[in-house]
């Protein structure tokens, strides 16, 4: 394809030659300009950069090898190609500033130089600015003068006109300058306002990549490095995110965000920088920072904004470059405990309660890791949550504190497992019990005893579906007659991300492809569709937020003598589709029909389920 594209350029290149339009060394340029451009997108570098670089090069302020040879800095230390060319020494900031004023028709500025009044900095908040490096340098009427280095970047333009609503204007500036203003009015101020109960005076060391233990105390506890991970964490609570990772690469540090399911890459640092950063976590996090030979888990405790706690749950893990570094952030201010807003249907709802407020009996969440079963048992200990009541849960770990019940963590290293703690509950008067996860058959002896001695039993176990719960209780070696007698409920559950309301837009979608993917004509006949196309709230994802999808499979009289009888997946979920169990697969298009998500996001639902 790439092949007959540049035969067809080539051919339309000669033609305009003959015809005098242009001269045969331009198109001899072009056609290798866009082969470097083409070559280098393979390589993975971003399109802005190289038609910044291109622009340099066609200009002859640079040749294409030092070019290149800025791209390749950039992939190992980050920064921007003007940036990278001055740093190497292949072109200077007033050279490369003078030339894109003229190009681009853009005024120069000195913003160093400048006092930029607070109310034209607060026009755009930290994390915009500090992604595109970008300075609001002043506002006239509806207009805001954008301080940039590089005037190529759309992508800067258009999320500060969505943010702000206003027109913009790009101002030139060196990268040094917009930097220096960054860590004026965003970075440094910022962080210290935000993040002061972190921040120590220190002095600053030089980082190299052979460390000595006491350098890696002193290097991590640097001003610039603690402000920098409180940054990071700040940046992830604010977004949303439920897990920050920190990944070492030969010549970069990757970081990136977990946001409503989706890694998506948050930003690149130095290499130099892993050992300070990493050190800087293991040493929040209570870790011993001279063992990088074994995985090591910790906590973190911090406070945002006066009095948003939030814990985080560190893990690191030896890797080939280091040691990579996964957080899961626990944030209880976003822990969803009403039920009617967690995305149960009205028949599902009444089933739940119905079957959490039994006196006895056992019900069961499945789902992956990361679907949301914990928040639902939670939803459930909060509503049966009283002074009349003795809760008591085994978890691993204990991810938020309620308030009124008891909970161990469990600790397998000194034989505290769900089983065992599940035992001595029994001997704790208790009348609720969760346990964090059926996962072997001593723990589901137990439970199946405890539901039928009484106690109602919360849990989750690892299936695919609600129907295949029951199989896979007797696969540990429960009695089909046990599972039958002890089960109440099986929910099956999933997340999915819900369309983001700051760029929500109609998305025409034909019937025909509706049609085929199983919905009704009644259903999609007068039905608006919509999908997110994008924007600076939503990290241009089109998506913000995620709701649940449940398959809930009431154990009715009949769905007991199918157990009772041994049937398989097939026949239950049959059956409890005829007694009007919505599947996963029912509960996603009703999601889409309303509105909620796009069909992009459920079409995996609607393939793996009927």
């Given at each position: 394809?790439?092949?007959?594209?540049?035969?067809?350029?080539?051919?339309?290149?000669?033609?305009?030659?003959?015809?005098?339009?242009?001269?045969?060394?331009?198109?001899?340029?072009?056609?290798?300009?866009?082969?470097?451009?083409?070559?280098?997108?393979?390589k993975?570098h971003?399109l802005?950069d190289?038609?910044l670089?291109?622009?340099?090069?066609?200009?002859?302020?640079?040749?294409?090898e030092?070019?290149?040879?800025?791209?390749?800095?950039?992939?190992k230390?980050?920064?921007?190609?003007?940036?990278?060319?001055?740093?190497l020494?292949?072109a200077?900031?007033?050279?490369?500033?003078?030339?894109?004023?003229?190009?681009?028709?853009?005024?120069?500025?000195?913003?160093?130089?400048?006092?930029?009044?607070s109310?034209?900095?607060?026009l755009?908040p930290?994390d915009?600015?500090?992604?595109?490096?970008?300075?609001?340098?002043?506002?006239?009427?509806?207009?805001?003068?954008?301080?940039?280095?590089?005037?190529t970047?759309?992508?800067?333009?258009?999320?500060?006109?969505?943010?702000?609503?206003?027109?913009?204007?790009?101002?030139l500036?060196?990268?040094?300058?917009?930097?220096?203003?960054?860590?004026t009015?965003?970075?440094?101020?910022?962080?210290?306002a935000?993040?002061?109960?972190?921040?120590?005076?220190?002095?600053?060391?030089?980082?190299?990549e052979e460390?000595?233990?006491?350098?890696?105390?002193?290097?991590?506890?640097?001003?610039?490095?603690?402000?920098?991970?409180n940054?990071?964490?700040?940046d992830?609570?604010?977004?949303?995110?439920s897990d920050?990772h920190?990944?070492p690469?030969?010549?970069?540090?990757?970081?990136?965000?977990?946001?409503?399911?989706?890694?998506?890459?948050?930003?690149?640092?130095?290499?130099?920088?892993?050992?300070?950063?990493?050190?800087?976590?293991k040493i929040?996090?209570?870790?011993?920072?001279?063992?990088?030979?074994l995985?090591?888990d910790?906590?973190i405790?911090?406070?945002?904004?006066?009095?948003?706690?939030?814990?985080?749950?560190v893990?690191?893990?030896?890797?080939?470059f280091?040691?990579?570094?996964?957080?899961?952030?626990?944030?209880?201010?976003?822990?969803?405990?009403?039920?009617?807003?967690?995305?149960?249907?009205?028949?599902?709802?009444?089933?739940?309660?119905?079957?959490?407020?039994?006196?006895?009996?056992?019900?069961?969440?499945?789902?992956?890791?990361?679907?949301?079963?914990?928040?639902?048992?939670?939803?459930?200990?909060?509503?049966?949550?009283?002074?009349?009541?003795?809760?008591?849960?085994?978890?691993?770990?204990?991810?938020?504190?309620i308030?009124?019940?008891?909970?161990?963590?469990?600790?397998?290293?000194?034989?505290?497992?769900f089983?065992?703690?599940?035992?001595?509950?029994?001997?704790?008067?208790p009348?609720i019990?969760m346990?964090?996860?059926?996962?072997?058959?001593?723990?589901?002896?137990?439970?199946?005893?405890?539901?039928?001695?009484?106690?109602?039993v919360?849990?989750?176990?690892?299936?695919?579906?609600?129907?295949s719960?029951v199989?896979?209780?007797?696969?540990?070696?429960?009695?089909?007659?046990?599972?039958?007698s002890?089960?109440?409920?099986?929910?099956?559950?999933r997340?999915i991300?819900?369309?983001?309301?700051?760029?929500?837009?109609?998305?025409?979608?034909?019937?025909?492809?509706?049609?085929?993917?199983?919905?009704?004509?009644?259903d999609?006949?007068?039905?608006?569709?919509?999908k997110?196309?994008?924007?600076?709230?939503?990290?241009?994802?089109?998506?913000?937020g995620r709701?649940?999808?449940?398959?809930v499979?009431?154990?009715?009289?009949?769905?007991r003598?199918?157990?009772?009888?041994n049937?398989?997946?097939?026949?239950?979920?049959?059956?409890?589709?005829?007694?009007?169990?919505?599947?996963?697969?029912?509960?996603a298009?009703?999601?889409?029909?309303?509105?909620?998500?796009?069909?992009?996001?459920?079409?995996?639902?609607?393939?793996?389920?009927?």
């Amino acid at each position: 394809m790439d092949d007959q594209k540049t035969i067809d350029d080539q051919k339309l290149g000669e033609l305009l030659v003959k015809q005098g339009i242009v001269k045969k060394n331009d198109v001899s340029d072009a056609l290798l300009a866009q082969k470097r451009i083409r070559d280098n997108i393979a390589k993975g570098h971003k399109l802005k950069d190289l038609k910044l670089g291109e622009i340099f090069v066609r200009n002859n302020l640079i040749t294409s090898e030092q070019l290149n040879r800025a791209l390749e800095e950039q992939d190992k230390t980050g920064g921007s190609v003007g940036g990278q060319l001055t740093k190497l020494g292949f072109a200077k900031d007033s050279e490369l500033i003078s030339f894109l004023s003229k190009e681009f028709g853009a005024a120069t500025v000195n913003i160093s130089t400048s006092e930029i009044p607070s109310a034209v900095i607060k026009l755009i908040p930290p994390d915009i600015a500090l992604k595109h490096q970008v300075v609001p340098y002043r506002r006239q009427g509806n207009t805001l003068y954008l301080a940039v280095s590089d005037p190529t970047n759309v992508a800067a333009l258009d999320d500060v006109k969505f943010f702000t609503g206003l027109n913009v204007e790009v101002v030139l500036a060196s990268e040094a300058e917009i930097n220096n203003a960054l860590s004026t009015y965003y970075n440094a101020s910022a962080v210290l306002a935000e993040h002061k109960d972190f921040i120590e005076s220190i002095s600053i060391s030089d980082i190299d990549e052979e460390i000595n233990i006491s350098e890696l105390q002193r290097s991590s506890s640097d001003k610039p490095v603690m402000q920098f991970v409180n940054k990071v964490i700040s940046d992830a609570v604010r977004r949303q995110a439920s897990d920050i990772h920190f990944e070492p690469y030969e010549s970069v540090m990757r970081i990136r965000f977990r946001i409503d399911g989706k890694l998506i890459e948050a930003m690149k640092i130095p290499w130099q920088l892993k050992n300070p950063v990493g050190s800087r976590i293991k040493i929040m996090s209570q870790m011993d920072i001279s063992e990088k030979r074994l995985p090591q888990d910790g906590r973190i405790k911090v406070r945002m904004d006066g009095n948003q706690e939030i814990d985080l749950r560190v893990s690191t893990l030896p890797t080939l470059f280091g040691e990579k570094i996964a957080m899961r952030i626990l944030d209880k201010s976003f822990l969803q405990l009403d039920m009617k807003k967690l995305g149960f249907s009205e028949l599902q709802l009444r089933d739940f309660k119905n079957a959490i407020h039994k006196p006895y009996g056992m019900i069961l969440v499945t789902g992956p890791t990361g679907s949301g079963k914990t928040t639902t048992l939670y939803s459930a200990l909060s509503d049966l949550n009283n002074t009349t009541v003795n809760i008591s849960t085994a978890e691993d770990p204990v991810e938020y504190n309620i308030a009124g019940t008891n909970q161990v963590q469990v600790n397998e290293e000194i034989n505290l497992t769900f089983a065992s703690a599940l035992r001595s509950f029994l001997r704790q008067d208790p009348d609720i019990i969760m346990v964090g996860e059926i996962r072997d058959f001593e723990t589901a002896e137990v439970a199946v005893k405890a539901a039928l001695t009484g106690h109602l039993v919360l849990s989750t176990v690892h299936t695919n579906n609600a129907s295949s719960t029951v199989l896979r209780l007797i696969n540990m070696g429960v009695e089909p007659f046990l599972v039958a007698s002890s089960t109440n409920l099986i929910i099956a559950q999933r997340l999915i991300r819900k369309v983001c309301e700051g760029c929500k837009t109609v998305h025409k979608i034909d019937y025909p492809l509706l049609s085929g993917l199983g919905f009704k004509d009644e259903d999609i006949k007068n039905t608006v569709f919509y999908k997110g196309k994008g924007c600076p709230a939503c990290m241009n994802t089109g998506y913000r937020g995620r709701i649940a999808i449940y398959e809930v499979l009431n154990i009715t009289d009949d769905i007991r003598e199918l157990i009772y009888k041994n049937a398989n997946q097939l026949e239950i979920e049959q059956t409890a589709i005829k007694n009007g169990m919505i599947t996963l697969a029912q509960a996603a298009k009703e999601k889409f029909l309303a509105g909620i998500t796009s069909l992009d996001e459920i079409l995996q639902y609607i393939g793996n389920y009927n």
